[in-house]
């Protein structure tokens, strides 16, 4: 149902007169599916304008903002991905890409944080590297939809140390709280961690200013990265988070699911680790059990 207000006949046939001439503009244009996104951009861009009655400061308003958001990208801050998941763009692009089957895994956002050429960690081996927080012992398995193990799978982890900073937020040049490692013939992985801390998301730039305008916070719920992948199923990029952590709804990038939820159980010092690990202090354990969707369920 069309939300465009009553401007007149005339205004009305100018305004749609413009979106279609420019959605021609691409009937030449070789690649099929090109032209089916640039005309679905264009006609959704033009009816936005047309509904919100779009001002020309307004228009440039949003131009000098993303500028900025460019200006302010480089090799370790992406603005313009930020900004995608704080306007839900990108958990919507996950959902569209990793429809619902059987009893998979959910995915969530990709987050702007993640590093090729993590280090290799043994099973039960240790991805904090140093990084300040909680010990936190994370097992589980990965199968398929049948239940049956995958070995040798690919596991991906990483997080923020316990003051809400990623490596490459640091000032130096190390690599802490990321690590990668395989699941085992009987498709078991685990490892040593932290447990995960709230933090909130660059909020210097102009998509902090932007929430700060909107009354919204740029905190997200306690969570820790998987990205989980092996021949012949559907790569699993998603988080789990933690159990009763205040900001599970309203987390800044809106990647909370329900099956996703965790619950982080908290060890006294001195409780023996499944390792035989010798933990001072208190430390927390989790279990997340993995299963990975056929890539034949990859959307087409």
Not at 64 to 76: Q, S, V
Not at 157 to 183: C, I, K, N, P
Request: charged content about 30%; proline content about 6%; some cysteine.
């Amino acid at each position: 149902m069309s939300t465009i207000p009553d401007i007149g006949e005339e205004q009305r046939q100018r305004e749609e007169e413009l979106t279609e001439r420019v959605i021609r503009s691409f009937d030449s244009c070789a690649d099929p599916r090109l032209r089916r996104v640039l005309a679905g951009l264009v006609r959704h861009l033009h009816a936005f304008i047309r509904d919100v009655r779009l001002t020309e400061e307004e228009w440039n308003r949003a131009i000098a903002f993303l500028r900025e958001a460019g200006d302010i990208t480089d090799d370790h801050r992406q603005e313009f991905i930020l900004l995608s998941d704080v306007l839900g763009a990108s958990m919507q692009t996950v959902a569209v890409n990793n429809e619902a089957y059987a009893d998979a895994t959910e995915a969530t956002v990709f987050g702007p944080f993640f590093v090729e050429g993590s280090p290799e960690i043994a099973i039960g081996g240790d991805m904090s590297f140093g990084a300040t927080g909680e010990p936190c012992w994370v097992e589980g398995t990965v199968t398929d939809t049948d239940g049956n193990p995958v070995p040798g799978a690919l596991i991906e982890v990483w997080e923020a140390d316990e003051d809400g900073l990623y490596d490459v937020q640091y000032d130096d040049e190390r690599t802490a709280a990321r690590a990668h490692l395989f699941s085992d013939d009987a498709g078991r992985y685990a490892f040593w961690g932290i447990t995960p801390t709230p933090y909130p998301i660059p909020y210097d730039g102009p998509v902090g200013r932007m929430l700060d305008a909107v009354g919204r916070s740029p905190y997200r719920a306690s969570h820790l990265h998987f990205l989980v992948d092996r021949a012949g199923y559907r790569r699993l990029v998603t988080h789990i988070f933690v159990a009763g952590d205040e900001l599970l709804d309203s987390d800044s990038v809106f990647g909370v699911k329900e099956s996703l939820v965790k619950e982080f159980e908290p060890q006294p010092a001195g409780t023996p680790t499944p390792d035989g690990r010798d933990v001072s202090g208190a430390w927390s354990r989790v279990r997340f059990d993995i299963v990975l969707a056929p890539e034949a369920a990859l959307r087409r």
